[in-house]
């Protein structure tokens, strides 16, 4: 607890404003009783020149029997005398609870006792003067007290007290939350109001009223502007489930209340980078689907861990990945740099394939990516620190990704995270190589000014120098004038061939032709053999090992058409080619020819 948290808890529950008496003490003030004007507070703040800090503590007039609650942080009082006084050093053990109820001990103590004196007056219309209740120094005088709703009393019976540590607060705001889930209120909010880590019982009752009408009109879409302490026990209130149906629904109660409230200029960065910290947290811890969390999370983290696994396996990656993944973790010069400026996606594809070059570097065994971003690590995780939140049961064992960087484990009840941790990032061994990357690329480019190289750097120019001699050879190969074959025009080919064939034969020759194609002796049928007897005739020679090139001439045959004949009336007989035609030459398949002798009725053993 801070001393800060006194002045203000003293200023919204009992109007007092925190009094500097001495001009040349200004780290000296006093709180006085709101009804006597005694002091039942001495506030003392002093600067620790060893500690490199500021002290606060004070003394309260709550009477000396408190000193039996032995807390650390109480003890006899510091600068007052009299057993009445208490001192309170304030830190991170100080307990609020404790401290404020003492606080109310010294205001009840200090009240005065007395009676109500009334002097007989002249009837009202007949006097200015109206009847006044006057305090005495022996009265049980107080003002009028506000008219509490009963669902308020309600609540505040719930509330447990004993031991007033976080998780017994937390407990008590979770079950009081529920209660009022759905209640409303009509008081509107005036004053201020600064707590850490407020609950309802930090509320007096009309800043509670108030509160409440403020959740009501907030949920209808009227936003109004109520102090941030405030306004986060709303945020607790959804965290902890309290009127959503579960962990689902109260993530997009959150993301609505950045959305309307915190987008709308109202609240400030923190409770922004507290919000989306603590909506990734309970998407985890509720075992929410990763893809659901990450709507939750903190933008530039994910972005990080994102450029990470893309230079961890830029080979996965797109070059427009990789290079803006080298400009995210190592700076945004390498985005201006004159290689970008005559063909930005030459450019980008030449430091990504400089990086992916370079990532086969090692040194002391380590490769290029682990030198620069170290190994992921594993440390404790606390998992909506911070808030208000009581954890109803104990989490189940749960190994949970987030994403290719960042997972999540427990066991036991005991989180951990698993990342790439920013200590460990060697900044200047990435730029060192996105420099030498820059230099050598533009003197290849013959672009921009010339960099001088750092002789540190020297082990990136091999990488650098093979991403650029893939690129030299590429751009050749680019400027080769290609050679295109249309082979869907050898048909016609074919056929405007056999068209010249034709014009060109004598009568006689015609009537060869008509001969040779007339239909076979049935006695010669071989089954799959083709019916034209010069296609026999050629089988014959080439089996025989002769050149069948004077045939095909003699008959005015073209070899590829004779090898299609052949193969196609062969393939349902033996299932695959038995001729080939190189150029004008035809070639029988060694494989077949025993075979194809047996079809045309040889000895079957291979010879003529």
């Not at 990086?355 to 995780?381: D, V």
């Not at 939140?389 to 997972?407: F, G, Q, T, V």
Request: charged share 30%; hydrophobic share 40%; with cysteine.
């Amino acid at each position: 607890m801070e001393l800060a948290e006194l002045i203000a808890y003293a200023k919204d529950t009992y109007g007092l404003d925190e009094q500097h008496k001495w001009a040349d003490f200004s780290g000296f003030s006093v709180l006085c009783h709101p009804q006597t004007g005694k002091w039942i507070a001495l506030l003392m703040r002093q600067w620790d020149g060893d500690a490199g800090r500021e002290i606060a503590c004070c003394d309260l007039k709550c009477g000396g029997g408190s000193l039996l609650l032995r807390r650390p942080y109480l003890s006899p009082p510091i600068r007052m005398r009299g057993n009445q006084w208490v001192g309170v050093v304030f830190g991170e053990e100080t307990e609020r609870e404790t401290v404020l109820r003492l606080f109310d001990q010294a205001v009840a103590a200090g009240r005065p006792h007395g009676f109500t004196l009334v002097l007989d007056t002249p009837p009202a219309e007949e006097s200015p003067w109206q009847e006044t209740a006057l305090p005495f120094a022996r009265s049980d005088y107080r003002p009028e007290r506000e008219a509490v709703p009963e669902r308020l009393r309600e609540m505040r019976r719930l509330y447990e007290y004993g031991r007033e540590s976080p998780a017994a607060r937390a407990r008590n705001f979770y079950r009081q939350a529920v209660f009022m889930a759905d209640y409303e209120d009509d008081v509107p909010w005036e004053g201020n109001f600064v707590c850490y880590y407020p609950t309802y019982h930090d509320l007096s009752i009309r800043q509670l009223r108030a509160y409440f009408t403020w959740r009501a009109r907030l949920r209808r879409g009227d936003v109004r502007v109520i102090p941030a302490s405030a306004a986060y026990l709303y945020i607790y209130e959804l965290l902890n489930g309290a009127g959503v149906s579960g962990p689902e629904e109260s993530l997009a109660k959150l993301a609505e209340f950045e959305r309307v409230y915190l987008d709308s200029g109202i609240g400030d960065a923190r409770m922004r980078s507290n919000l989306r910290r603590w909506m990734l947290e309970l998407a985890v811890v509720s075992g929410l689907p990763p893809e659901t969390a990450r709507t939750c999370a903190d933008p530039e983290m994910l972005a990080q861990d994102e450029a990470l696994a893309s230079l961890r396996a830029p080979e996965d990656r797109s070059d427009e990945a990789v290079f803006a993944s080298l400009c995210r973790l190592g700076g945004k010069k390498t985005e201006s740099s004159p290689v970008l400026a005559r063909d930005p996606e030459r450019g980008r594809r030449l430091f990504s394939q400089c990086w992916r070059r370079a990532c086969e570097y090692r040194r002391e065994g380590q490769a290029l990516f682990a030198l620069c971003f170290g190994e992921r690590k594993a440390r404790p995780w606390y998992p909506l620190s911070g808030a208000v939140y009581h954890e109803k049961a104990r989490p189940a064992d749960r190994d949970y990704a987030l994403d290719d960087c960042r997972s999540y484990r427990c066991r036991a009840g005991v989180w951990e995270t698993t990342a790439y941790d920013r200590l460990s990032f060697d900044r200047a061994l990435l730029q060192g190589f996105l420099r030498e990357a820059d230099a050598r690329l533009r003197r290849y480019l013959k672009t921009g000014r010339v960099l001088r190289e750092n002789p540190a750097d020297a082990w990136a120019i091999p990488y650098i120098d093979a991403a650029i001699e893939e690129d030299r050879r590429a751009a050749l190969e680019a400027a080769r004038p290609r050679i295109i074959i249309d082979l869907s025009g050898l048909e016609k080919i074919r056929r405007d061939a056999l068209l010249t064939r034709e014009s060109l034969l004598t009568e006689e020759e015609r009537a060869a032709e008509r001969e040779e194609a007339a239909p076979p002796d049935p006695a010669e049928d071989t089954g799959a053999l083709p019916a034209d007897p010069a296609y026999r005739e050629i089988l014959r020679a080439l089996l025989a090992g002769e050149d069948a090139s004077p045939l095909l001439r003699a008959r005015h045959l073209m070899p590829s058409l004779v090898a299609d004949a052949v193969n196609e009336a062969f393939f349902d007989e033996i299932g695959d080619t038995v001729l080939l035609c190189e150029g004008d030459t035809l070639l029988l398949v060694d494989d077949y020819k025993e075979e194809l002798m047996q079809i045309l009725g040889g000895t079957g053993d291979g010879g003529n």
